[in-house]
């Protein structure tokens, strides 16, 4: 069972957003679940240093539409905030920004007998050949930001 | 022997920054506007082979241009100045010596190579850029700045140097040729009297210079240009941004005595060199069309936050009046400025210099009556003559306190978001303005889902 002793207090820095980690970590045998990361803890998590590691490459978009629900489109809803970052070689299996007919879209990259093709989560749009004119890789999906709560 | 300076140019920067979150704009004419949306500041290929020219008011543009596409933005000097910083970010990644020239330009000390390395490393540089920013960059590597400059002119207009061009002074025969190819007047720094003159003694190319006789050249012209002679022929002479001429934008900052959090204090010491830096635009005749305020902890102070943060801010026009300058650095210190950071040194940058003579007047005037203009014109006259009578700082632009105990009424993120709606409408006219697309979370790019 999964039991919160006492709210954490997150004094969120707006520098670094930096957690106590370090109140977590000493409280975590109390709440139950083990530690073996006990002995290299730093003594903050920093999100922004663990979403964004290139931040001079890396860029927020908002995705709009609906067609990436199902399971291997990633789950990206519309609204949802995407990290992408730049830096990256686009890989088999990444969720990729890709700029077609002059527009930023959301497909997954997968590379079949050697050929890289976008594919949309959606079945009723056929993968298109990377090797397609006018198609532009623009970046790497590398995290979702969903928010329940504003 | 010094390290090798490479130049690295992005190339039409502001109409680049436009295309990377807005990829409808590639590949048609694109201008962007001045302040007040007034004249063209820049132009992609498509819109310079229009014939559309820099400094083009807004209503002189041909309506056959829009008829081939023509698309218009208005300054977004957030977005550019955000992407500029990220140019830098990448750049000192890769070598910690990276010196900002302007918006688009940086110089960047490449030691320890030489030969194929240097050109390789050049290749990375531009690659990386092109990779993290979606920008295209020149880059143009030599033994001194001046041929670096030489070099990035030609691997810009080259598209067979694939951006990037080295020269290694005129002892190579392709560096030799290259300099005999490259007009004088295209030389840094060279103006136009200058390279009549040099002309006049039939020397006309940029190897005629360098070739000619350093002691003629300094007794009948200046030492600076038997510098421009020397770094020609490959050696080093420049180091810091020349003070003297062709500069395109003016730095003034300072570290602080103590580190301090202190709005005030911070505040006025922007303030200082906001006039300090307006006082220099004055005295080498030039406008400033906008203004960069800097601030940064000491990176090298333990245990305490560390903090930079910079930002860019348009200016109603071009302008180098004190108080103009002033004012826009004033209603922009708490959007960089964190609350409790002890900061170590602040900064003021007035960029994209223009000449005030040479400026379009009706364009930019628009919107600024003749009377408000001959009256901050005489003020500010007077103002010099006060500092030059009394000396230095005998009469500085009041700090008011009131705007000290302002800032409690509204807190820092209400006037983030706010910025352009409390802007009074004559502010800034800028109707073509695209999303602050890296800044504002509000108007970052959409992307579809499909």
């Known amino acids: 069972m999964l039991h919160v002793s006492r709210p954490v207090p997150a004094s969120i820095d707006p520098l670094e957003c930096l957690l106590p980690l370090a109140e977590i970590s000493a409280r975590a045998g109390i709440a139950g679940f083990p530690s073996p990361a006990q002995d290299y803890v730093s003594d903050t998590i920093d999100l922004n240093h663990t979403l964004i590691p290139h931040p001079a490459a890396t860029y927020l978009v908002t995705a709009t539409g609906d067609s990436m629900q199902t399971a291997d489109g990633a789950g990206i809803q519309s609204g949802d905030l995407l990290v992408v970052d730049r830096s990256p070689e686009p890989r088999h299996g990444d969720i990729v920004i890709a700029v077609i007919d002059g527009e930023m879209v959301v497909k997954e990259l997968r590379t079949q007998h050697g050929c890289p093709r976008l594919h949309s989560a959606n079945p009723a749009y056929a993968p298109i050949p990377l090797a397609t004119q006018d198609i532009r890789l623009w970046g790497v999906v590398t995290s979702l930001i969903r928010r329940f709560r504003r | ?450």
């Open chain 2, 1 to 450: 022997m010094k390290a090798p300076i490479a130049l690295v140019d992005c190339n039409n920067f502001y109409t680049s920054c436009e295309r990377v979150f807005d990829p409808q704009l590639q590949g048609v004419p694109l201008v962007v506007l001045s302040n007040n949306d007034g004249c063209v500041i820049a132009r992609s290929e498509e819109a310079k082979a229009l014939g559309i020219a820099m400094g083009t008011p807004l209503h002189h543009i041909p309506r056959s241009a829009y008829r081939q596409g023509l698309v218009l933005k208005s300054s977004n000097y957030e977005l550019y100045g955000d992407m500029s910083r990220r140019v830098l970010a990448v750049l000192r990644e890769s070598t910690p010596l990276v010196e900002p020239y302007s918006i688009d330009e940086s110089w960047v000390e490449l030691a320890g190579l030489g030969g194929e390395r240097l050109e390789a490393e050049c290749h990375r540089l531009r690659d990386k850029v092109k990779r993290w920013t979606g920008l295209q960059v020149s880059v143009g590597c030599g033994p001194s700045r001046t041929l670096a400059k030489l070099a990035n002119r030609h691997a810009k207009r080259h598209p067979a140097t694939n951006g990037v061009s080295v020269i290694n002074g005129p002892v190579r025969a392709d560096s030799r040729a290259l300099l005999a190819r490259t007009l004088v007047s295209d030389v840094w720094g060279i103006g136009g009297r200058v390279s009549a003159r040099l002309q006049e003694m039939d020397i006309r190319s940029a190897l005629d210079l360098a070739t000619a006789d350093p002691t003629l050249i300094r007794r009948r012209f200046s030492v600076v240009l038997e510098r421009t002679l020397r770094e020609l022929g490959g050696l080093h002479c420049i180091d810091m941004i020349d003070d003297s001429e062709g500069k395109k934008m003016i730095m003034t900052s300072r570290s602080f005595g103590k580190m301090t959090a202190d709005r005030d204090q911070i505040m006025a010491s922007l303030m200082a060199h906001a006039s300090r830096g307006a006082e220099k635009l004055r005295r080498q005749g030039s406008l400033a069309s906008a203004v960069m305020i800097t601030l940064r902890t000491n990176k090298f102070a333990e245990g305490v936050a560390q903090h930079r943060d910079s930002k860019v801010i348009a200016l109603p026009w071009p302008t180098d009046d004190t108080f103009e300058i002033v004012r826009a650095v004033r209603r922009e210190l708490d959007a960089i400025r964190q609350e409790g950071v002890r900061y170590h040194k602040s900064g003021v940058l007035l960029m994209d210099l223009v000449d005030r003579h040479g400026r379009q007047l009706d364009a930019f005037q628009a919107k600024r009556d003749d009377n408000q203009r001959q009256r901050s014109e005489k003020l500010m006259t007077t103002l010099d003559s006060l500092n030059r009578r009394f000396g230095k700082d005998a009469v500085t632009v009041g700090y008011c306190q009131r705007i000290g105990l302002r800032r409690n009424t509204s807190t820092d993120k209400e006037r983030r978001s706010n910025t352009r709606g409390e802007e009074p409408d004559w502010w800034l006219r800028s109707r073509y303005c695209s999303n602050r697309w890296t800044t504002r979370l509000e108007e970052i790019p959409k992307v579809t889902l499909e």
